[in-house]
């Protein structure tokens, strides 16, 4: 894919640099690298520095590295992020000073009609991010029984007609396999009542779970924020967009516990766990985009930025 077909507009990048309160001679890494919108920002502050530039998508790091071709002091790195603490060692890294997560699909993955992602074009059934992983999205519509689609969809997509779609897709398949995005957007449609259609695509919901289920994007999730934090040195910080309520949730969570001293269940009377906090929030409420961003960047109309700060 050449570089000017891969568009990438940075969601709450002066908020990131911001929160990654960024010193010339430390150590960075973008875990969600895409079009290295954040990384070019975030280099061009580094002078002795190093970024880790750090993305499991064969595309985004091959158009990254065009971009970032001027800067010497970026190691780029194919794996995903939750991988980060093997990177770190791989690398001989004794402390980060920052890290930054874009979570969920980018612009470019979105709006690649042959990639599958999006019930806006007509493409394969993929959705994967990284085309060396196995299942495919034609796998889970083809091949995952009625209970366990309608179980992702209501779980990942947080969809109420979860069971109508799950039974819808079951129904269609015995005639023959749904190959494309369009066939399932026009499932997912007729499963639905139109009354409950509303403004934006009905089918929005479904393409997410199905999308989280093939690149597993919550598994692990909370053990590897985790993970990463013990990666960053003091005062070290560790920023993270969400685009759903599933991940932010998540997210907010781990935040919470690292950042609290006691943990127990507040009907004990004295403290047994001896948790002591290990970060502190940096802002207690998400970081949303302005008004201006939000005109020029619909994607960013459902980003929250959570940062925090190692103690």
Do not use: W
Request: with cysteine; hydrophobic share 35%; charged share 30%.
């Amino acid at each position: 894919m050449e570089e000017h077909c891969f568009k990438h507009t940075p969601v709450l990048l002066n908020e990131c640099l911001d929160g990654l309160n960024i010193k010339p001679d430390g150590i960075y890494a973008d875990g969600t690298l895409g079009g290295a919108g954040h990384s070019l920002r975030i280099v061009e502050r580094l002078k002795s520095g190093k970024l880790i530039a750090i993305d499991k998508d064969d595309t985004a790091l091959s158009v990254s590295k065009e971009r970032l071709k001027d800067f010497e002091n970026v190691v780029f790195v194919k794996s995903d992020f939750k991988n980060f603490k093997k990177i770190a060692t791989d690398l001989n890294l004794d402390g980060v000073d920052g890290i930054l997560l874009d979570l969920g699909v980018s612009s470019h993955q979105i709006d690649t009609p042959e990639r599958g992602f999006s019930y806006r074009f007509d493409g394969s059934l993929d959705m994967r991010m990284d085309y060396s992983q196995g299942i495919t999205a034609f796998d889970v519509v083809n091949n995952y029984s009625e209970a366990d689609l309608a179980r992702i969809i209501y779980t990942y997509g947080e969809e109420n007609f979860s069971r109508a779609i799950a039974r819808k897709i079951v129904e269609t398949r015995k005639t023959k396999p749904i190959s494309t995005t369009m066939e399932l957007k026009e499932i997912v449609e007729a499963a639905i009542p139109k009354k409950f259609h509303g403004a934006g695509s009905p089918c929005k919901k479904t393409f997410q779970a199905i999308r989280i289920e093939v690149n597993g994007e919550l598994d692990g999730l909370d053990i590897a924020l985790k993970e990463m934090v013990e990666c960053l040195n003091k005062g070290g910080r560790l920023a993270v967009i969400t685009f759903h309520s599933l991940e932010d949730r998540i997210v907010k969570n781990v935040f919470k516990e690292l950042s609290t001293d006691c943990i127990c269940d507040k009907t004990i009377p004295i403290c047994v766990c001896n948790h002591k906090a290990t970060v502190k929030l940096v802002n207690r409420k998400p970081i949303v985009a302005t008004n201006t961003e939000l005109k020029e960047n619909k994607r960013s109309s459902s980003a929250k930025l959570r940062v925090i700060e190692k103690l």
